[in-house]
């Protein structure tokens, strides 16, 4: 079982819908999670951290962690087509950052 | 602020050679980050800096590869000799405190003839 498991897609939606990520982790000694997007040849951009469960909000995204069933989630709002990228899911346990292999996400005008 | 600097961009060279890849980060983080990126393997953690001392370095990969932090502003990855096999995309990234919100630099995409 890889340690961040993510659909590496693509998933495409219509613009103006919810996209929704999902990720599953392994090490349940994770102790923090992140988003990042990356654009194709570009480096990853960092647009989400979560610490605890629940949900948090910033703008058109909400992540939510729930650390017992060891998934952590990004919904992307009113999607654009300028969000379509790679979204890379992250976690950190005891100086170690694991990355997921990323899910493609398009958004279709 | 101009974020984290990596150079070269781009870089070339033939198996045996030695590849330097450098990485200014961003002014008043104080922990570095080397990762490396492949189709295969996706972003892989090399190795980890904070306050120019090497954290972990358990993600690099053999003996031919090596990184310094000589001090706040300035870090290498070195790989000697180079092979194939090294061809990817490294990047560098910085954060203010420990491994939290990491700001990556542009990249290195090193290609290993």
């Known amino acids: 079982q890889k340690e961040v498991e993510q659909n590496s897609g693509p998933l495409s939606v219509p613009e103006g819908a919810i996209a929704s990520l999902n990720c599953t982790y392994s090490?349940?000694?994770?102790?923090?999670f992140f988003w990042y997007r990356q654009y194709s040849g570009k480096s990853p951009e960092l647009i989400m951290s979560?610490?605890?469960?629940g949900d948090k909000e910033d703008g058109r995204f909400t992540a939510q962690l729930n650390k017992a069933s060891q998934y952590v989630s990004l919904l992307i709002r009113d999607s654009q087509p300028s969000d379509s990228a790679t979204y890379l899911c992250?976690?950190?346990?005891?100086?170690?950052?694991?990355f997921g292999a990323g899910t493609r996400l398009t958004v279709k005008p | 602020d101009a974020g984290v600097i990596q150079s070269p961009r781009h870089e070339v060279t033939e198996m045996g050679q030695e590849v330097t890849l450098r990485c200014k980060p961003i002014s008043g983080h104080n922990s570095l980050f080397w990762y490396r990126q492949t189709m295969m393997r996706g972003l892989e953690l090399l190795i980890y800096?904070?306050?120019?001392?090497?954290?972990?370095d358990s993600g690099m990969p053999e003996d031919r590869f090596s990184a310094k932090m000589p001090n706040a502003s300035f870090s290498t990855l070195k790989i000697q000799p180079s092979e194939p096999r090294d061809s990817a995309v490294y990047f560098c990234?910085?954060?203010?405190?420990?491994?939290?919100?990491?700001?990556f630099g542009p990249g290195t995409r090193l290609t290993v003839l």
């Open positions: 800096f904070n306050n120019n001392v090497p954290i972990d």
């Open positions: 992250a976690l950190y346990n005891n100086n170690d950052m694991r």
């Open positions: 090490d349940r000694g994770s102790q923090s």
């Open positions: 979560i610490y605890s469960n």
């Open positions: 990234a910085s954060s203010y405190t420990g491994i939290n919100e990491q700001f």
